[in-house]
């Protein structure tokens, strides 16, 4: 009998206080999905503020308001990126092979 693959997901998005927020399970729920979801949005961002982020410096006319207001907007960004690597990374390591060959989260759970 195989058993269910089961894993821990850092949510893109914060909890109470901006704690961080997780969900189990297999990936294929509703909390799985609409945090897919979120995370195609935020990269989907990611990409048009980095054009126009260098639309805005190639002009050389922007002003240190625009400077400072696109910087704000960079860090959010990369904020949100930095969490979804994170979230991937995570997702990751818990699918790598250990030293038996299985995957690390399923350890335990074999006809040893």
Sequence with gaps: MKSEHRTVRLLPW???EGKPCYVLGDGTGYVSRFADNTE???LGMAGDLL???ADLLADGRAT???L???ASRLTES???V???AESRGGLLSQLMPDEDGGPEA???HGDS
Excluded: F, N
Aim: net charge positive; aromatic share 4%; charged share 30%.
């Design 14 to 16: 914060a909890g109470p």
């Design 40 to 42: 195609s949005v935020q």
């Design 51 to 53: 054009s126009h982020a």
């Design 64 to 66: 240190s308001r625009q």
């Design 68 to 70: 400072h207001y696109l």
């Design 78 to 80: 990369l904020r949100d």
């Design 82 to 84: 930095k969490r979804v």
């Design 106 to 108: 399923e350890r335990g």
